[in-house]
């Protein structure tokens, strides 16, 4: 695939992100979403959403539908309370990796409310959490969730698998999607530690915390991307402690 495609390595700036807010959410779109709608910017490779939210305690998102989909969330702040149709619930937290298949159909809500499952005191603070859709490689799967608490894997360095279905990370710590063209990678940081990108004919690098620099092309703030196309193998350093995530793809809408 890489042979067709001219190396690209495109920056968007958190500034140039798309917005929702209103009074319990405030959430920032790196790609069309809602009646954000951009035909210009619907996705990267099989990236179709990175939303990053910040909710207040006591609210959050209301049950409601989805198909086909493949969503990761990671939480970098707080907790978020999640709870589906198939009987799945639990508490989202940083340091756990969460992914939820919508396959054939699935009804959903999280809500940051976790004192309402534990019987603890009502906090005040928001959560903070960046939600991913991929497309899924075959459609009306069952649906199905996994977590997987992967906080040690973090602490060791370097890039983490958190989701994938590439074969490559069966038995590793990535919760597996249904993609196998598909992997989301995370790392976190502290001021002079480097990773290396891995080589796809898409990438998608997402800043949600911190500053880093990426080899050739500057420094990369809180909310800034970098869409990748036919490359890779440049070194990222945190210029403070930050956090990354990375979307490895081998293929593209279009091109499953």
């Given at each position: 695939?890489?042979?067709t ?13 798309s917005?929702?807010k209103?009074?319990w ?14 035909p210009?910017?619907?996705?990267h ?12 305690p006591?609210t ?26 198939t009987?799945h619930?639990?508490v989202i ?28 005191v ?12 991929v497309v ?10 996994e ?21 490559r ?5 990535a ?11 995370a790392?976190?940081l502290s ?10 004919p898409?990438?998608h ?17 809180t909310?800034?991307?970098?869409r990748?196309?036919?490359t890779?193998?440049q070194?990222?350093?945190a ?13 593209t809408?279009a091109?499953?």
């Amino acid at each position: 695939m890489t042979s067709t495609l001219s190396p690209r390595t495109d920056i968007r700036r958190a500034r140039d992100r798309s917005a929702t807010k209103i009074d319990w959410l405030d959430s920032k779109h790196s790609f069309s979403f809602g009646r954000r709608y951009d035909p210009a910017n619907t996705h990267h490779g099989l990236l179709l959403v990175n939303n990053d939210d910040v909710v207040s305690p006591g609210t959050g998102f209301d049950t409601h539908p989805h198909q086909d989909m493949e969503i990761v969330t990671w939480v970098l702040r707080g907790s978020l309370v999640h709870q589906d149709s198939t009987g799945h619930s639990g508490v989202i937290y940083p340091g756990l990796a969460q992914r939820m298949s919508a396959g054939s159909g699935i009804l959903h809500s999280e809500k940051n409310d976790s004192w309402r499952l534990r019987g603890g005191v009502e906090h005040v603070d928001p959560v903070h959490f960046v939600q991913m859709w991929v497309v899924p490689d075959e459609s009306g799967i069952t649906p199905g969730y996994e977590q997987l608490e992967i906080d040690d894997q973090l602490l060791a360095g370097g890039l983490v698998p958190v989701a994938s279905g590439m074969d490559r990370h069966q038995g590793e710590s990535a919760i597996r999607i249904k993609n196998k063209y598909a992997a989301l990678h995370a790392a976190r940081l502290s001021p002079g530690q480097s990773v290396t990108l891995p080589e796809a004919p898409f990438l998608h690098l997402f800043v949600p915390r911190g500053a880093v620099t990426l080899e050739d092309s500057g420094v990369l703030a809180t909310g800034d991307a970098v869409r990748f196309t036919a490359t890779g193998g440049q070194r990222i350093t945190a210029t403070e402690d930050a956090e990354i995530l990375l979307w490895e793809m081998h293929a593209t809408l279009a091109s499953q």
